[in-house]
């Protein structure tokens, strides 16, 4: 499916490093408001307003923002901990409250309980040896 919201629409809410390209985080969120919240009663105004929130999220997570700053003495504080998931960032918290359907809030839960199916890989293989060993 086509992204719902744009790389302009999301640069409106979050401060983004110039040059950098918004198009995985979009995906991304493209991909999860597809799975979660599709299928419900939200129009595709609502649909795209939780994408382009979801999409800053993904961002912020990966270019960790701000939350406050301090000259003297340089100290930086960043927003939230990695345990918080969709709560660790304004962004992602902004998405819960759009979608008032409660998927994205299901699955926070889950994920938060580690109840989300998940992709692992085990090596079975053998060390390669060489001829020096």
Request: glycine fraction near 8%.
């Amino acid at each position: 499916m086509a992204d719902r919201t744009t790389e302009a629409a999301v640069k409106a809410l979050v401060d983004v490093e110039s040059g950098k390209d918004l198009t995985p985080f979009i995906t991304v969120a493209n991909e999860l408001v597809t799975e979660c919240c599709i299928g419900g009663d939200h129009s595709d105004t609502r649909l795209e307003l939780i994408e382009r929130w979801l999409a800053a999220h993904f961002y912020a997570v990966y270019d960790s923002q701000a939350q406050s700053e301090q000259a003297g003495a340089v100290r930086v504080a960043f927003e939230g901990r990695a345990d918080m998931f969709l709560e660790r960032t304004k962004y992602g918290q902004q998405a819960l409250i759009l979608d008032t359907e409660g998927s994205l809030a299901a699955l926070n839960s889950r994920v938060k309980k580690g109840k989300v199916k998940s992709v692992g890989v085990t090596w079975l293989g053998t060390e390669e040896v060489t001829a020096d060993d």
